[in-house]
Nanobody, 115 residues
């Protein structure tokens, strides 16, 4: 059974940092590119970042480029998203997923950026 479990969300002040994790199971994680997507209140799903299966290439939405860093540890079947210099507009539920459209995403973790 394919399972993605996100964690690490919470309340953070503008300009602060947060690190999200996603534990994967039920499929061969190391051969799959992975993405982070997010959904802000009242809005649709937005792709945030993608990493290739080996971790050698990363891609970012313009809205997070230079502030967020995606990474993975294939030995631990875990995907990460380091969020720095967060802004109120980063407030959303964050999901890890098996493609940019959000396919197979987990239950998500809430990130709230507020003072």
């Amino acid at each position: 059974q394919v399972q993605l479990v996100e964690s690490g969300g919470g309340l953070v002040q503008p300009g602060g940092s947060l690190r999200l994790s996603c534990a994967a199971s039920g499929f061969t994680f190391s051969t799959n590119p992975m993405s982070w997507v997010r959904q802000a209140p009242g809005k649709g799903l937005e792709w945030v970042s993608e990493i290739t299966s080996g971790g050698g290439r990363t891609y970012y939405a313009d809205s997070v480029k230079g502030r967020f860093t995606i990474s993975r540890d294939n030995a631990k079947n875990t995907l990460y998203l380091q969020m720095n210099s967060v802004k109120p507009e980063d407030t959303a539920v964050y999901y890890c997923a098996r493609n940019r459209a959000g396919w197979g995403r987990g239950q998500g973790t809430q990130v709230t950026v507020s003072s």
